[in-house]
């Protein structure tokens, strides 16, 4: 079964950076726009960040500015650099193809606290 496996999340304070990680196969990256979302308690997921297999990345209002996504096709994996972290950012962080037809995985939780 096809699957994204998220890392790199953890305890920073407001203002500091992370870097998330997704990994992919190689069927998934190749022929897949991915992105980045994420889900605060008690809120929907929402959509953070796109990169289309040729590159063209695409920013929610919130983070545009701060984040900025990227593709590695030497190791299948979309990063996402987070930057001038804030409260409001503390979710849980999932990455997935565009349309989310790949089962959710568990994702990485990013806490932004002082």
């Known amino acids: 079964q096809e699957q994204l496996v998220e890392s790199g999340g953890g305890l920073v304070q407001p203002g500091r950076s992370l870097r998330l990680s997704c990994a992919a196969s190689?069927?998934?990256?190749?022929?897949?726009?991915i992105g980045w979302y994420r889900q605060a308690p008690g809120k929907q997921r929402e959509l953070v960040a796109t990169i289309t297999t040729f590159g063209l990345a695409n920013y929610a209002d919130s983070v545009r500015d701060r984040f900025t996504i990227s593709r590695d096709s030497s190791s299948n994996t979309v990063a996402l650099q987070m930057n001038s972290l804030k409260p409001e950012d503390t979710a849980v962080y999932y990455c997935?193809?565009?349309?989310?037809?790949?089962?959710w995985g568990q994702g990485t939780q990013v806490t932004v606290s002082s």
């Open positions: 997935n193809t565009e349309s989310m037809n790949i089962p």
């Open positions: 190689r069927v998934i990256f190749r022929f897949n726009t």
